[in-house]
Protein backbone atom coordinates (compact mmCIF):
# COMPACT_ATOMS: atom_id res chain seq x y z
CA UNK A 1 0.00 0.00 0.00
CA UNK A 2 2.97 1.96 0.09
CA UNK A 3 2.76 3.42 -3.32
CA UNK A 4 -0.59 4.75 -2.72
CA UNK A 5 -0.98 8.37 -3.96
CA UNK A 6 -3.49 10.80 -4.14
CA UNK A 7 -5.23 9.43 -7.29
CA UNK A 8 -5.59 6.01 -5.97
CA UNK A 9 -7.32 5.27 -2.71
CA UNK A 10 -5.89 3.15 -0.13
CA UNK A 11 -8.52 0.63 0.37
CA UNK A 12 -12.21 -0.57 -1.34
CA UNK A 13 -14.55 -2.39 -0.82
CA UNK A 14 -17.81 -3.84 -3.51
CA UNK A 15 -21.02 -4.09 -2.43
CA UNK A 16 -24.44 -4.57 -4.01
CA UNK A 17 -27.35 -2.41 -3.23
CA UNK A 18 -30.60 -3.99 -1.97
CA UNK A 19 -34.25 -3.16 -1.41
CA UNK A 20 -33.43 -1.81 2.27
CA UNK A 21 -31.09 0.85 0.37
CA UNK A 22 -33.37 2.47 -1.72
CA UNK A 23 -36.22 4.56 -1.25
CA UNK A 24 -39.74 4.97 -3.18
CA UNK A 25 -38.03 7.67 -5.55
CA UNK A 26 -36.29 4.64 -6.53
CA UNK A 27 -32.43 5.28 -5.30
CA UNK A 28 -30.19 4.85 -2.69
CA UNK A 29 -31.51 6.76 0.23
CA UNK A 30 -29.38 9.68 0.85
CA UNK A 31 -28.51 8.82 4.57
CA UNK A 32 -27.36 5.19 3.18
CA UNK A 33 -23.82 6.29 1.63
CA UNK A 34 -22.67 6.77 5.09
CA UNK A 35 -23.14 3.35 5.84
CA UNK A 36 -21.64 2.54 2.91
CA UNK A 37 -18.61 4.78 3.60
CA UNK A 38 -18.59 3.00 7.62
CA UNK A 39 -18.70 -0.40 5.98
CA UNK A 40 -15.17 0.81 3.74
CA UNK A 41 -14.16 2.01 7.16
CA UNK A 42 -14.51 -1.20 9.31
CA UNK A 43 -13.35 -3.27 6.98
CA UNK A 44 -9.94 -1.11 6.58
CA UNK A 45 -9.64 -1.34 10.06
CA UNK A 46 -9.94 -5.10 10.13
CA UNK A 47 -7.88 -5.29 6.68
CA UNK A 48 -4.79 -3.69 9.55
CA UNK A 49 -5.09 -6.54 11.59
CA UNK A 50 -7.78 -5.33 14.47
CA UNK A 51 -11.49 -5.68 14.20
CA UNK A 52 -13.57 -2.41 16.15
CA UNK A 53 -15.05 -5.15 18.44
CA UNK A 54 -11.64 -5.76 19.57
CA UNK A 55 -9.91 -2.46 19.98
CA UNK A 56 -13.36 -1.49 22.01
CA UNK A 57 -13.18 -4.44 24.65
CA UNK A 58 -9.36 -4.96 24.74
CA UNK A 59 -8.20 -1.04 24.53
CA UNK A 60 -11.19 0.53 25.24
CA UNK A 61 -10.80 2.68 22.00
CA UNK A 62 -13.19 3.62 19.59
CA UNK A 63 -12.96 5.43 16.31
CA UNK A 64 -15.86 7.97 16.37
CA UNK A 65 -17.43 10.41 13.38
CA UNK A 66 -16.65 14.03 14.25
CA UNK A 67 -17.43 15.41 10.96
CA UNK A 68 -18.93 13.83 7.51
CA UNK A 69 -19.83 15.67 4.59
CA UNK A 70 -21.55 13.85 1.37
CA UNK A 71 -21.63 15.99 -2.26
CA UNK A 72 -24.40 13.65 -4.22
CA UNK A 73 -23.40 13.78 -8.05
CA UNK A 74 -25.91 10.73 -9.53
CA UNK A 75 -28.23 8.07 -7.96
CA UNK A 76 -27.63 4.83 -7.25
CA UNK A 77 -30.10 2.29 -7.98
CA UNK A 78 -31.10 -1.17 -6.66
CA UNK A 79 -28.99 -3.96 -7.91
CA UNK A 80 -26.28 -2.38 -8.58
CA UNK A 81 -22.68 -3.08 -7.71
CA UNK A 82 -20.87 -0.05 -6.03
CA UNK A 83 -17.02 0.26 -5.27
CA UNK A 84 -16.70 2.17 -1.81
CA UNK A 85 -12.66 4.13 -1.56
CA UNK A 86 -10.73 5.48 0.98
CA UNK A 87 -7.68 7.43 1.41
CA UNK A 88 -6.39 9.50 4.06
CA UNK A 89 -6.19 13.32 3.04
CA UNK A 90 -4.68 14.45 6.75
CA UNK A 91 -3.31 12.76 9.50
CA UNK A 92 -3.78 14.03 13.37
CA UNK A 93 -2.41 12.61 16.69
CA UNK A 94 -5.87 11.05 17.36
CA UNK A 95 -7.96 12.65 14.15
CA UNK A 96 -7.63 11.64 10.45
CA UNK A 97 -9.81 12.51 7.80
CA UNK A 98 -10.67 10.74 4.84
CA UNK A 99 -11.74 11.14 1.23
CA UNK A 100 -14.32 8.56 0.68
CA UNK A 101 -15.93 8.03 -2.41
CA UNK A 102 -18.98 5.44 -4.08
CA UNK A 103 -18.42 4.37 -7.59
CA UNK A 104 -20.91 2.47 -9.76
CA UNK A 105 -18.90 -0.16 -11.00
CA UNK A 106 -21.79 -2.49 -12.63
CA UNK A 107 -25.37 -1.24 -12.97
CA UNK A 108 -28.86 -1.86 -15.04
CA UNK A 109 -28.43 1.77 -15.14
CA UNK A 110 -28.61 2.77 -19.05
CA UNK A 111 -26.52 5.79 -17.88
CA UNK A 112 -23.65 3.64 -17.80
CA UNK A 113 -21.35 3.04 -20.70
CA UNK A 114 -20.26 -0.50 -20.61
CA UNK A 115 -17.35 -1.63 -18.81
CA UNK A 116 -16.61 2.20 -17.34
CA UNK A 117 -17.26 3.35 -13.68
CA UNK A 118 -19.13 6.41 -12.61
CA UNK A 119 -18.41 8.32 -9.62
CA UNK A 120 -21.91 8.71 -7.28
CA UNK A 121 -20.83 10.01 -4.15
CA UNK A 122 -18.16 11.92 -3.08
CA UNK A 123 -17.50 12.55 1.02
CA UNK A 124 -15.34 13.57 3.35
CA UNK A 125 -14.96 12.42 6.59
CA UNK A 126 -13.02 12.91 9.98
CA UNK A 127 -12.76 10.25 12.54
CA UNK A 128 -11.62 10.63 16.09
CA UNK A 129 -9.94 8.16 18.30
CA UNK A 130 -11.99 8.37 21.38
CA UNK A 131 -11.57 6.48 24.89
CA UNK A 132 -14.66 4.46 24.85
CA UNK A 133 -15.89 4.83 28.15
CA UNK A 134 -15.78 8.79 28.03
CA UNK A 135 -15.69 9.74 24.40
CA UNK A 136 -12.43 11.90 25.45
CA UNK A 137 -9.95 12.28 22.24
CA UNK A 138 -7.25 9.85 22.80
CA UNK A 139 -3.68 8.99 20.81
CA UNK A 140 -4.10 6.91 17.90
CA UNK A 141 -2.41 3.28 19.11
CA UNK A 142 0.93 3.65 17.38
CA UNK A 143 1.06 0.28 15.45
CA UNK A 144 -2.25 1.60 13.76
CA UNK A 145 -0.48 5.35 13.06
CA UNK A 146 2.66 4.15 11.73
CA UNK A 147 0.83 1.82 8.81
CA UNK A 148 -1.86 5.23 8.58
CA UNK A 149 1.27 7.39 7.96
CA UNK A 150 2.45 4.74 5.27
CA UNK A 151 -0.94 5.45 3.47
CA UNK A 152 -0.91 8.92 3.41
CA UNK B 1 -57.53 0.63 30.51
CA UNK B 2 -59.47 -2.03 32.33
CA UNK B 3 -62.12 -2.19 29.73
CA UNK B 4 -60.15 -3.03 27.18
CA UNK B 5 -61.15 -6.10 25.24
CA UNK B 6 -59.21 -8.73 22.38
CA UNK B 7 -61.36 -5.96 20.27
CA UNK B 8 -60.08 -3.33 21.26
CA UNK B 9 -56.31 -2.31 21.55
CA UNK B 10 -54.54 -1.06 25.03
CA UNK B 11 -52.37 1.12 23.54
CA UNK B 12 -51.57 3.33 20.07
CA UNK B 13 -49.30 5.82 18.35
CA UNK B 14 -49.45 7.46 15.12
CA UNK B 15 -46.80 7.78 12.82
CA UNK B 16 -45.73 9.15 9.50
CA UNK B 17 -44.42 7.03 6.56
CA UNK B 18 -41.45 9.36 5.39
CA UNK B 19 -38.93 8.70 2.27
CA UNK B 20 -36.40 6.77 5.04
CA UNK B 21 -39.15 3.69 5.71
CA UNK B 22 -40.02 2.92 1.80
CA UNK B 23 -37.88 1.18 -1.22
CA UNK B 24 -37.61 1.27 -4.48
CA UNK B 25 -40.78 -0.66 -5.26
CA UNK B 26 -42.86 2.49 -3.85
CA UNK B 27 -44.19 0.99 -0.88
CA UNK B 28 -42.91 0.50 3.38
CA UNK B 29 -40.09 -1.53 3.10
CA UNK B 30 -40.97 -4.80 4.86
CA UNK B 31 -38.59 -5.27 7.97
CA UNK B 32 -39.54 -1.13 8.90
CA UNK B 33 -42.84 -2.04 10.05
CA UNK B 34 -41.46 -4.44 13.07
CA UNK B 35 -39.61 -0.71 13.80
CA UNK B 36 -43.26 0.87 14.12
CA UNK B 37 -43.93 -2.13 16.10
CA UNK B 38 -41.32 -1.52 18.74
CA UNK B 39 -42.30 2.63 18.79
CA UNK B 40 -45.05 1.40 20.24
CA UNK B 41 -44.07 -1.21 22.49
CA UNK B 42 -41.69 1.51 23.72
CA UNK B 43 -43.95 4.40 24.08
CA UNK B 44 -46.63 1.64 25.91
CA UNK B 45 -43.63 0.95 28.14
CA UNK B 46 -43.19 4.52 28.67
CA UNK B 47 -46.76 5.45 29.85
CA UNK B 48 -46.58 3.28 32.19
CA UNK B 49 -44.22 4.78 33.94
CA UNK B 50 -40.63 3.85 32.54
CA UNK B 51 -38.57 4.12 29.85
CA UNK B 52 -36.61 1.51 28.33
CA UNK B 53 -33.02 3.07 29.40
CA UNK B 54 -34.38 3.51 33.28
CA UNK B 55 -35.26 -0.03 33.06
CA UNK B 56 -31.88 -1.01 31.49
CA UNK B 57 -30.21 1.10 33.78
CA UNK B 58 -31.86 1.08 37.52
CA UNK B 59 -33.13 -2.58 36.96
CA UNK B 60 -30.91 -3.92 34.87
CA UNK B 61 -33.89 -5.11 32.67
CA UNK B 62 -34.66 -5.54 29.18
CA UNK B 63 -37.52 -6.99 27.22
CA UNK B 64 -35.60 -8.53 24.22
CA UNK B 65 -38.24 -10.09 21.45
CA UNK B 66 -37.91 -13.90 21.34
CA UNK B 67 -40.38 -14.01 18.38
CA UNK B 68 -42.16 -11.62 15.86
CA UNK B 69 -44.49 -12.24 12.97
CA UNK B 70 -46.08 -10.18 10.23
CA UNK B 71 -49.04 -10.31 7.72
CA UNK B 72 -48.40 -8.07 5.35
CA UNK B 73 -52.43 -7.11 3.94
CA UNK B 74 -51.54 -4.00 2.07
CA UNK B 75 -48.50 -1.63 1.59
CA UNK B 76 -48.38 1.15 3.37
CA UNK B 77 -46.92 4.79 0.63
CA UNK B 78 -45.05 8.19 1.76
CA UNK B 79 -47.07 10.23 3.58
CA UNK B 80 -49.25 7.86 5.06
CA UNK B 81 -50.22 8.33 8.38
CA UNK B 82 -50.26 4.77 9.96
CA UNK B 83 -51.82 4.03 13.52
CA UNK B 84 -49.64 1.40 15.28
CA UNK B 85 -51.26 -0.95 18.59
CA UNK B 86 -50.78 -3.20 20.52
CA UNK B 87 -53.10 -5.86 22.93
CA UNK B 88 -51.62 -8.12 25.10
CA UNK B 89 -53.12 -11.48 24.38
CA UNK B 90 -50.56 -13.29 26.92
CA UNK B 91 -49.46 -12.43 30.04
CA UNK B 92 -46.54 -15.31 31.69
CA UNK B 93 -43.99 -14.75 34.88
CA UNK B 94 -41.74 -13.19 32.02
CA UNK B 95 -43.34 -13.49 29.01
CA UNK B 96 -45.78 -11.15 27.10
CA UNK B 97 -47.43 -12.03 23.80
CA UNK B 98 -48.75 -8.92 21.46
CA UNK B 99 -51.40 -8.88 19.05
CA UNK B 100 -49.93 -5.29 17.21
CA UNK B 101 -51.11 -3.69 13.90
CA UNK B 102 -50.60 -1.31 11.59
CA UNK B 103 -53.90 0.58 10.25
CA UNK B 104 -53.93 3.71 8.22
CA UNK B 105 -55.62 6.48 9.19
CA UNK B 106 -54.87 9.03 6.51
CA UNK B 107 -53.02 8.66 3.20
CA UNK B 108 -52.52 9.62 -0.16
CA UNK B 109 -53.72 6.44 -1.54
CA UNK B 110 -56.98 5.84 -3.27
CA UNK B 111 -57.84 2.57 -1.53
CA UNK B 112 -58.38 4.38 1.15
CA UNK B 113 -61.94 5.30 1.12
CA UNK B 114 -62.68 8.97 2.85
CA UNK B 115 -62.98 8.48 6.24
CA UNK B 116 -62.48 4.94 6.20
CA UNK B 117 -59.41 2.82 7.77
CA UNK B 118 -57.29 0.18 6.96
CA UNK B 119 -55.58 -2.49 8.46
CA UNK B 120 -52.40 -2.91 6.48
CA UNK B 121 -50.05 -5.29 8.68
CA UNK B 122 -50.77 -7.84 11.68
CA UNK B 123 -48.52 -8.65 14.08
CA UNK B 124 -47.91 -10.97 16.54
CA UNK B 125 -44.73 -10.55 18.67
CA UNK B 126 -43.24 -12.26 22.01
CA UNK B 127 -41.44 -10.41 24.21
CA UNK B 128 -39.43 -11.69 27.32
CA UNK B 129 -38.18 -9.62 30.55
CA UNK B 130 -34.39 -10.69 30.81
CA UNK B 131 -31.43 -9.05 32.71
CA UNK B 132 -29.51 -6.55 30.60
CA UNK B 133 -26.60 -8.15 31.41
CA UNK B 134 -26.80 -11.85 31.03
CA UNK B 135 -30.17 -11.87 28.76
CA UNK B 136 -31.19 -14.55 31.13
CA UNK B 137 -35.05 -14.36 31.40
CA UNK B 138 -36.30 -13.08 35.07
CA UNK B 139 -39.71 -12.32 36.09
CA UNK B 140 -41.26 -8.93 35.05
CA UNK B 141 -41.21 -6.39 37.61
CA UNK B 142 -44.42 -6.52 40.21
CA UNK B 143 -45.78 -3.25 39.23
CA UNK B 144 -45.67 -3.59 35.20
CA UNK B 145 -46.75 -7.17 35.51
CA UNK B 146 -49.90 -5.93 37.76
CA UNK B 147 -50.38 -3.32 35.10
CA UNK B 148 -50.40 -5.67 32.44
CA UNK B 149 -52.77 -7.81 33.78
CA UNK B 150 -55.52 -4.54 33.61
CA UNK B 151 -55.37 -5.01 30.04
CA UNK B 152 -54.88 -8.57 29.41
CA UNK C 1 -42.55 33.45 10.27
CA UNK C 2 -41.33 36.71 8.82
CA UNK C 3 -40.01 37.29 11.65
CA UNK C 4 -37.01 34.49 11.71
CA UNK C 5 -33.70 35.90 11.29
CA UNK C 6 -30.56 33.82 11.58
CA UNK C 7 -30.46 32.94 15.12
CA UNK C 8 -34.05 31.90 15.18
CA UNK C 9 -34.93 28.43 13.33
CA UNK C 10 -38.00 29.16 10.32
CA UNK C 11 -39.13 25.51 11.29
CA UNK C 12 -38.35 22.42 13.54
CA UNK C 13 -39.83 19.26 14.97
CA UNK C 14 -39.52 17.18 18.10
CA UNK C 15 -38.89 13.34 17.80
CA UNK C 16 -38.19 10.21 20.55
CA UNK C 17 -34.62 8.21 20.17
CA UNK C 18 -35.51 4.51 19.66
CA UNK C 19 -33.86 1.27 20.01
CA UNK C 20 -33.59 1.83 16.12
CA UNK C 21 -32.18 4.71 16.15
CA UNK C 22 -28.76 3.26 17.92
CA UNK C 23 -25.84 1.50 17.36
CA UNK C 24 -24.22 -1.07 19.90
CA UNK C 25 -22.30 2.17 21.20
CA UNK C 26 -24.66 3.23 22.91
CA UNK C 27 -25.46 6.29 21.20
CA UNK C 28 -27.20 7.71 17.86
CA UNK C 29 -25.77 6.14 14.57
CA UNK C 30 -24.48 8.65 12.43
CA UNK C 31 -26.19 8.17 9.26
CA UNK C 32 -29.00 8.38 11.61
CA UNK C 33 -29.24 11.98 12.10
CA UNK C 34 -29.63 12.38 8.15
CA UNK C 35 -32.78 11.14 8.70
CA UNK C 36 -33.80 13.20 11.18
CA UNK C 37 -33.10 16.12 9.42
CA UNK C 38 -35.03 15.12 6.42
CA UNK C 39 -38.32 14.36 8.64
CA UNK C 40 -37.52 17.82 9.88
CA UNK C 41 -37.76 18.88 5.85
CA UNK C 42 -40.60 17.04 4.67
CA UNK C 43 -42.98 18.59 7.75
CA UNK C 44 -41.98 21.90 6.79
CA UNK C 45 -42.73 21.21 3.43
CA UNK C 46 -46.02 19.58 4.37
CA UNK C 47 -46.49 22.61 6.78
CA UNK C 48 -46.17 25.29 3.51
CA UNK C 49 -49.55 23.15 1.87
CA UNK C 50 -47.80 20.01 0.18
CA UNK C 51 -46.36 16.63 0.63
CA UNK C 52 -43.46 15.53 -1.36
CA UNK C 53 -45.86 12.97 -2.76
CA UNK C 54 -48.49 15.35 -3.90
CA UNK C 55 -45.49 17.22 -5.32
CA UNK C 56 -44.22 14.28 -6.96
CA UNK C 57 -47.45 12.84 -8.43
CA UNK C 58 -49.12 16.28 -9.39
CA UNK C 59 -46.22 17.91 -10.31
CA UNK C 60 -43.49 15.52 -11.36
CA UNK C 61 -41.02 17.56 -8.77
CA UNK C 62 -39.34 16.05 -6.22
CA UNK C 63 -36.13 17.65 -3.63
CA UNK C 64 -33.35 15.83 -3.72
CA UNK C 65 -30.33 16.61 -1.50
CA UNK C 66 -27.39 17.84 -3.68
CA UNK C 67 -24.76 18.01 -0.71
CA UNK C 68 -25.07 17.78 3.56
CA UNK C 69 -22.75 17.43 6.04
CA UNK C 70 -23.06 17.14 9.70
CA UNK C 71 -20.71 17.91 12.35
CA UNK C 72 -21.01 15.82 15.28
CA UNK C 73 -20.61 17.38 18.97
CA UNK C 74 -22.51 15.15 21.52
CA UNK C 75 -24.17 11.50 21.44
CA UNK C 76 -27.42 11.34 21.22
CA UNK C 77 -29.21 8.01 23.51
CA UNK C 78 -31.74 5.98 23.68
CA UNK C 79 -35.03 7.65 24.86
CA UNK C 80 -33.71 11.23 24.28
CA UNK C 81 -36.38 13.89 23.17
CA UNK C 82 -34.67 15.51 20.48
CA UNK C 83 -35.39 18.66 18.40
CA UNK C 84 -34.41 19.18 15.11
CA UNK C 85 -35.17 22.12 12.88
CA UNK C 86 -33.80 24.46 9.86
CA UNK C 87 -33.40 27.34 8.83
CA UNK C 88 -32.88 28.87 5.17
CA UNK C 89 -29.98 30.37 4.51
CA UNK C 90 -29.32 30.48 0.84
CA UNK C 91 -31.94 30.44 -2.20
CA UNK C 92 -31.58 30.25 -5.27
CA UNK C 93 -33.92 29.67 -8.01
CA UNK C 94 -33.72 25.66 -7.87
CA UNK C 95 -31.59 25.37 -4.65
CA UNK C 96 -32.16 26.02 -1.19
CA UNK C 97 -29.23 25.93 1.42
CA UNK C 98 -30.32 24.78 4.76
CA UNK C 99 -28.85 25.11 8.52
CA UNK C 100 -30.20 22.18 10.38
CA UNK C 101 -29.27 21.20 13.80
CA UNK C 102 -30.55 18.31 16.49
CA UNK C 103 -31.16 20.00 19.72
CA UNK C 104 -31.16 17.48 22.88
CA UNK C 105 -34.82 18.70 24.74
CA UNK C 106 -35.21 15.77 27.54
CA UNK C 107 -33.33 13.23 28.23
CA UNK C 108 -31.59 10.86 30.43
CA UNK C 109 -28.50 12.18 29.61
CA UNK C 110 -26.48 13.30 33.28
CA UNK C 111 -24.95 15.65 30.76
CA UNK C 112 -27.92 17.70 30.25
CA UNK C 113 -28.35 20.34 33.02
CA UNK C 114 -32.17 20.57 34.15
CA UNK C 115 -34.39 22.35 31.94
CA UNK C 116 -31.31 23.15 29.45
CA UNK C 117 -31.08 22.22 26.13
CA UNK C 118 -28.08 20.83 24.11
CA UNK C 119 -26.63 21.32 20.53
CA UNK C 120 -25.82 17.66 19.45
CA UNK C 121 -25.58 17.93 15.35
CA UNK C 122 -25.03 20.59 13.20
CA UNK C 123 -26.00 20.21 9.61
CA UNK C 124 -25.27 22.32 6.32
CA UNK C 125 -28.02 20.80 3.39
CA UNK C 126 -28.40 21.81 0.02
CA UNK C 127 -31.72 20.71 -1.67
CA UNK C 128 -32.44 20.95 -5.08
CA UNK C 129 -36.08 20.91 -7.01
CA UNK C 130 -35.54 18.42 -9.95
CA UNK C 131 -38.17 16.95 -12.72
CA UNK C 132 -39.33 13.51 -10.67
CA UNK C 133 -38.80 11.89 -14.40
CA UNK C 134 -35.38 13.02 -15.19
CA UNK C 135 -33.50 14.34 -12.00
CA UNK C 136 -33.05 17.87 -13.89
CA UNK C 137 -32.97 20.91 -12.16
CA UNK C 138 -36.19 22.84 -12.51
CA UNK C 139 -37.63 25.87 -10.97
CA UNK C 140 -38.74 25.92 -7.28
CA UNK C 141 -42.92 26.76 -7.70
CA UNK C 142 -43.63 30.35 -7.63
CA UNK C 143 -46.14 29.71 -4.21
CA UNK C 144 -43.30 27.81 -2.44
CA UNK C 145 -40.67 30.30 -3.44
CA UNK C 146 -42.31 33.37 -2.36
CA UNK C 147 -42.97 31.38 1.00
CA UNK C 148 -39.47 30.34 1.40
CA UNK C 149 -38.16 34.42 0.71
CA UNK C 150 -40.20 35.30 3.81
CA UNK C 151 -38.43 32.70 6.07
CA UNK C 152 -34.49 33.46 4.78
CA UNK D 1 -28.81 -28.55 -6.65
CA UNK D 2 -31.32 -31.64 -7.00
CA UNK D 3 -29.84 -33.61 -4.17
CA UNK D 4 -30.99 -30.46 -1.70
CA UNK D 5 -32.98 -31.99 1.10
CA UNK D 6 -34.86 -30.75 3.97
CA UNK D 7 -31.90 -30.26 6.25
CA UNK D 8 -29.97 -29.00 3.83
CA UNK D 9 -30.19 -25.02 2.47
CA UNK D 10 -30.53 -24.53 -1.46
CA UNK D 11 -28.77 -21.50 -1.03
CA UNK D 12 -26.76 -19.27 1.38
CA UNK D 13 -24.74 -15.63 1.61
CA UNK D 14 -22.08 -14.51 3.93
CA UNK D 15 -22.15 -11.18 5.40
CA UNK D 16 -20.55 -9.21 8.38
CA UNK D 17 -22.52 -7.12 11.34
CA UNK D 18 -21.73 -3.29 11.23
CA UNK D 19 -22.44 -0.91 13.33
CA UNK D 20 -25.51 0.08 11.50
CA UNK D 21 -27.07 -3.53 12.50
CA UNK D 22 -26.73 -3.17 15.75
CA UNK D 23 -28.54 -1.27 18.50
CA UNK D 24 -27.93 -0.09 22.08
CA UNK D 25 -28.50 -3.39 23.01
CA UNK D 26 -25.27 -4.27 22.00
CA UNK D 27 -26.80 -6.87 19.79
CA UNK D 28 -28.30 -7.08 16.18
CA UNK D 29 -31.20 -4.62 15.83
CA UNK D 30 -34.14 -7.52 15.46
CA UNK D 31 -36.15 -5.98 12.52
CA UNK D 32 -32.65 -5.80 10.75
CA UNK D 33 -32.18 -9.68 10.32
CA UNK D 34 -35.36 -9.05 7.77
CA UNK D 35 -33.13 -7.53 5.68
CA UNK D 36 -30.39 -10.34 5.79
CA UNK D 37 -33.24 -12.65 4.71
CA UNK D 38 -34.01 -10.58 1.89
CA UNK D 39 -30.94 -9.84 0.67
CA UNK D 40 -30.09 -13.99 0.76
CA UNK D 41 -33.49 -14.31 -1.44
CA UNK D 42 -32.48 -11.60 -3.90
CA UNK D 43 -28.66 -13.35 -4.49
CA UNK D 44 -30.69 -16.21 -4.69
CA UNK D 45 -33.00 -15.33 -7.72
CA UNK D 46 -29.83 -13.46 -8.71
CA UNK D 47 -28.06 -16.88 -9.31
CA UNK D 48 -30.92 -18.70 -10.90
CA UNK D 49 -29.88 -15.68 -13.86
CA UNK D 50 -32.43 -12.64 -13.10
CA UNK D 51 -31.76 -9.54 -10.83
CA UNK D 52 -35.05 -8.03 -9.11
CA UNK D 53 -34.95 -4.78 -11.13
CA UNK D 54 -34.73 -7.04 -14.05
CA UNK D 55 -37.76 -9.10 -13.53
CA UNK D 56 -39.54 -5.67 -12.45
CA UNK D 57 -38.49 -3.55 -15.81
CA UNK D 58 -38.56 -6.59 -18.19
CA UNK D 59 -41.79 -8.86 -17.16
CA UNK D 60 -43.30 -6.00 -14.53
CA UNK D 61 -42.68 -8.78 -11.74
CA UNK D 62 -42.28 -8.33 -8.34
CA UNK D 63 -41.83 -10.86 -5.42
CA UNK D 64 -43.38 -9.32 -2.04
CA UNK D 65 -43.32 -10.63 0.76
CA UNK D 66 -47.01 -11.68 2.26
CA UNK D 67 -45.66 -12.90 5.39
CA UNK D 68 -42.76 -13.51 7.53
CA UNK D 69 -41.79 -14.98 10.82
CA UNK D 70 -38.44 -14.58 13.06
CA UNK D 71 -37.91 -17.01 16.55
CA UNK D 72 -34.58 -15.06 17.69
CA UNK D 73 -32.47 -17.56 19.82
CA UNK D 74 -29.30 -16.04 20.76
CA UNK D 75 -28.23 -12.49 19.33
CA UNK D 76 -25.53 -11.32 16.46
CA UNK D 77 -22.96 -9.00 18.03
CA UNK D 78 -20.64 -6.69 15.77
CA UNK D 79 -18.04 -8.25 13.78
CA UNK D 80 -19.85 -11.31 13.21
CA UNK D 81 -19.61 -13.07 10.35
CA UNK D 82 -23.20 -14.83 9.42
CA UNK D 83 -24.53 -17.56 7.07
CA UNK D 84 -27.95 -16.66 5.71
CA UNK D 85 -29.69 -19.41 3.96
CA UNK D 86 -32.64 -21.08 2.48
CA UNK D 87 -34.95 -23.62 1.61
CA UNK D 88 -38.29 -24.11 -0.33
CA UNK D 89 -40.41 -25.34 2.05
CA UNK D 90 -43.84 -25.00 -0.11
CA UNK D 91 -44.04 -24.06 -3.56
CA UNK D 92 -47.77 -23.07 -5.48
CA UNK D 93 -48.82 -21.19 -8.34
CA UNK D 94 -47.71 -17.88 -7.42
CA UNK D 95 -46.69 -18.45 -3.95
CA UNK D 96 -43.27 -19.57 -2.36
CA UNK D 97 -42.72 -20.14 1.64
CA UNK D 98 -39.44 -20.50 2.14
CA UNK D 99 -37.30 -21.14 5.58
CA UNK D 100 -34.48 -19.23 6.40
CA UNK D 101 -31.98 -19.02 8.84
CA UNK D 102 -29.37 -17.31 10.27
CA UNK D 103 -26.01 -18.61 11.54
CA UNK D 104 -22.86 -17.71 12.88
CA UNK D 105 -20.28 -18.72 11.33
CA UNK D 106 -17.65 -16.74 12.93
CA UNK D 107 -17.48 -13.84 15.57
CA UNK D 108 -16.02 -12.60 18.81
CA UNK D 109 -18.79 -14.08 20.89
CA UNK D 110 -17.31 -16.58 23.36
CA UNK D 111 -20.18 -18.58 23.47
CA UNK D 112 -19.08 -19.59 19.95
CA UNK D 113 -16.98 -22.93 19.98
CA UNK D 114 -13.79 -22.48 18.03
CA UNK D 115 -14.95 -24.30 14.79
CA UNK D 116 -18.64 -24.73 15.64
CA UNK D 117 -21.65 -22.89 14.31
CA UNK D 118 -24.50 -21.24 15.90
CA UNK D 119 -28.10 -20.87 14.63
CA UNK D 120 -29.39 -17.11 15.75
CA UNK D 121 -32.80 -17.04 13.94
CA UNK D 122 -34.85 -18.92 12.58
CA UNK D 123 -37.15 -17.86 9.71
CA UNK D 124 -40.68 -18.93 7.64
CA UNK D 125 -41.12 -16.22 4.80
CA UNK D 126 -43.83 -16.48 2.03
CA UNK D 127 -43.50 -14.69 -0.82
CA UNK D 128 -45.30 -13.88 -3.58
CA UNK D 129 -45.05 -13.17 -7.25
CA UNK D 130 -47.52 -9.88 -8.15
CA UNK D 131 -47.97 -7.63 -10.95
CA UNK D 132 -45.61 -4.75 -10.25
CA UNK D 133 -47.68 -2.11 -11.33
CA UNK D 134 -51.35 -3.41 -9.79
CA UNK D 135 -49.50 -5.79 -6.61
CA UNK D 136 -52.19 -8.35 -7.70
CA UNK D 137 -50.69 -11.97 -7.35
CA UNK D 138 -49.43 -13.50 -10.83
CA UNK D 139 -48.39 -16.81 -11.69
CA UNK D 140 -44.75 -17.02 -11.20
CA UNK D 141 -42.88 -17.17 -14.17
CA UNK D 142 -42.58 -20.96 -16.11
CA UNK D 143 -38.45 -21.03 -16.02
CA UNK D 144 -38.50 -19.87 -12.53
CA UNK D 145 -40.69 -22.82 -11.24
CA UNK D 146 -39.13 -25.50 -12.88
CA UNK D 147 -35.81 -24.19 -11.33
CA UNK D 148 -37.80 -23.86 -7.82
CA UNK D 149 -40.03 -27.00 -7.99
CA UNK D 150 -36.06 -29.12 -8.39
CA UNK D 151 -34.97 -27.26 -5.25
CA UNK D 152 -38.16 -28.30 -3.32
Not at 85 to 104: F, K, T, W
Request: glycine letters at 6%.
Amino acid sequence: MKESNCTQPSFSIDLRVYYEDTDSGGVVYYANYLKFFERCRTEWVRSLGCSQSALAETHDLVFVVRRASADYYKPARLDDVLRVDLQIIELGRSRIRLAQRVVRVDGVNSELPSGGESVLVGGDVEIVCVRASTFKPVAIPAFFHATFQETV
